[in-house]
């Protein structure tokens, strides 16, 4: 039987092999942004994480015609309002690095104490069909706290600062294996890997 091809639409590289190895065990052939020169980036201007990851997986799915599965994620702070939420990867300025977007926010909340530093990273999957109709959204969540300083090597993003419930170390500091049982992309990614399962077995989906 001829497998399916699936888009994973990030130019993220941390985020790209994570979802890779959620995805590994799928009936489909998996391929990224970086297999199509030609490809525009699409704004991400949504207000909602609901809103940017479908503009994602319709756009990226309309410029190749493949089922495309893409994700919309962001920290989100207790004490900044639940800033830096849709722009997390833009906090601090365009073009920021990790480091440097994980200064700007411990900057931030430096005076708020330990028990006020309450957190949640929140995962939006969309899945888009070849002609860009939205098919599947799932979401995730995972609550914790925002560690004083950055702690570990381990993953991306605001990783290294961020201590989930039940844990005292980091996201950046625990094996991938734990981080990818309890984070918020993991439980996004259980509901859209259950959606694209019964696509093997359905005609929908194109």
Same mark, same amino acid.
């Given at each position: ?17 994570e ?18 020169s ?5 704004? +991400?201007?949504? +207000? ?8 994602? @997986? ?11 599965l ?18 997390s ?12 977007r994980?200064?700007?926010l ?5 005076? #708020? ?8 990273? #929140?995962?939006v ?8 109709r ?6 995730g ?6 560690? +004083? ?14 201590i989930?419930?039940?844990? +005292? ?7 991938t294996?734990v ?12 509901? @859209? ?8 077995t ?5």
């Open positions: 039987m001829t497998r399916r091809s699936l888009l994973i639409a990030t130019f993220n590289k941390g985020k790209r092999q979802l890779r190895k959620f995805l590994a065990n799928l009936p489909f052939v998996i391929s990224d942004l970086e297999s199509f030609s490809i525009q980036p699409v704004p +991400e201007n949504g +207000e909602t994480f609901i809103e940017n990851a479908s503009l994602k @997986a319709s756009g990226y799915a309309k410029q190749t015609g493949l089922l495309t893409a994700d919309d994620s962001g920290l989100e702070v207790d004490a900044l309002s639940g800033a830096p939420g849709v722009l990867a833009r906090y601090g300025h365009e073009g920021a690095s990790d480091a440097e994980t200064t700007a411990l900057s931030q909340i430096s005076q #708020v104490p330990g028990a006020a530093r309450t957190a949640r990273f #929140v995962s999957i969309a899945i888009a069909s070849g002609d860009g939205i098919i599947h959204i799932s979401a969540t995972c609550a914790g706290r925002i560690a +004083e300083a950055p702690h570990g090597t381990n993953g991306f993003g605001y990783d290294p600062v961020f989930p419930d039940g844990f +005292e170390r980091t996201f950046a500091e625990l094996q294996e981080k990818n049982r309890i984070s918020h992309r993991a439980r996004a990614l259980s509901g @859209a890997a259950e959606f694209l399962r019964s696509l093997t359905s005609s929908d989906g194109g």
